[in-house]
């Protein structure tokens, strides 16, 4: 029971960035320590091909060019299959690194996994949140609610700010 407790507490800056090791959407195991020595933005998104997960995927594409140029990778994670994430990178011409967090291991690490209600329904899900880890490894801004639109350049901007 500790180990759950421990694994839902809520992160903080300068904390550092819990590891995990999924797949993305080509099959492929990503672990996070992987990435070390790099600039991670690691986004949460509810769902492939919705609206807001579309803009927001879109958007980090754009900016691909401009977060390689700063040494920084662009991980989005949803519960979505690796399938899923194929057909959506396809569909939009994505070329950002989308991962299965299938068994939800790595929303819980990360507390964004939780109650949501829409349309007056109550349901469990992501919370669409951001984390930029430093490449040390370590937490180094949190979008806690994200609203997709002109997020890929607020998050790019912060990077800059403290590059």
């Known amino acids: 029971m500790p180990a759950k407790t421990q694994a839902l507490k809520e992160l903080k800056v300068g904390d550092i960035a819990p590891d995990f090791c999924v797949k993305d ?7 996070l320590s992987d990435y070390r020595g790099k600039w991670v933005v690691l ?4 769902k492939d091909d919705t609206p807001g997960c579309t803009i927001e995927a879109i958007e ?4 691909l060019p401009q977060y390689q140029k700063i040494n920084a990778e662009i991980l989005g994670v949803s519960c979505d299959s690796c399938e899923s994430h194929q057909k959506f990178i396809n569909k939009k011409d994505l070329r950002i690194t989308l991962l299965s967090d299938a068994n939800k291991e790595v929303v819980q690490k990360y507390g964004v996994w939780g109650p949501k209600t829409f349309m007056g329904r109550s349901y ?3 919370t669409r949140s ?3 880890i430093h490449p040390e490894g370590k937490i180094a801004h949190i979008w806690p609610k994200v609203s997709p639109e002109g997020h890929a350049i607020e998050v790019q901007e912060k990077i800059q700010e403290l590059s």
């Open 25 to 31: 959407h080509s099959s492929k195991e990503v672990r």
């Open 43 to 46: 986004y949460f998104y509810p």
């Open 60 to 63: 980090f594409t754009k900016a």
């Open 124 to 126: 469990q899900g992501i």
């Open 130 to 132: 951001t984390f930029l």
